[in-house]
């Protein structure tokens, strides 16, 4: 079984930053690409940004030049550095990694819990 746990969500005032943490556990092969998403009320989950194993990194518009996404592969934990946060940014952020395991040629798709992150004065 796969575990990812994320952490690193909160309140800040606009202009404020944050930095969320998605740690990855278990039994598995390797991990591909890992991405972060989010979902504020009333609306449909939304890409924010991913990551592929090798590095290469894709970003939703509304968060091009604000937000970095990273990771680290030896420690299976994929990270979202926030600066200058809008309301509009307020939303449960949810990780998500696709895993390989040994013997299976697919990826399989896994999400964290979520982390609240709230902007507001």
């Known amino acids: 079984q796969v575990q990812l746990v994320e952490s690193g969500g909160g309140s800040v005032q606009p202009g404020g930053s944050l930095r969320l943490t998605c740690a990855a556990s278990?039994?598995?092969?390797?991990?591909?690409?890992m991405g972060w998403y989010r979902q504020a009320p009333g609306m449909q989950r939304e890409l924010v940004a991913t990551i592929t194993d090798g590095g290469i990194t894709k970003y939703t518009d509304s968060v091009k030049g604000r937000f970095t996404i990273s990771r680290d592969n030896a420690k299976n934990t994929v990270y979202l550095q926030m600066t200058s946060l809008k309301p509009e940014d307020t939303a449960v952020y949810y990780c998500?990694?696709?895993?390989?395991?040994?013997?299976?040629?697919?990826?399989?798709?896994?999400w964290g819990q979520g982390t609240l992150v709230t902007v507001s004065e």
């Open positions: 278990g039994t598995f092969f390797s991990i591909n690409a």
């Open positions: 998500k990694a696709q895993v390989v395991f040994e013997g299976y040629r697919s990826q399989f798709q896994y």
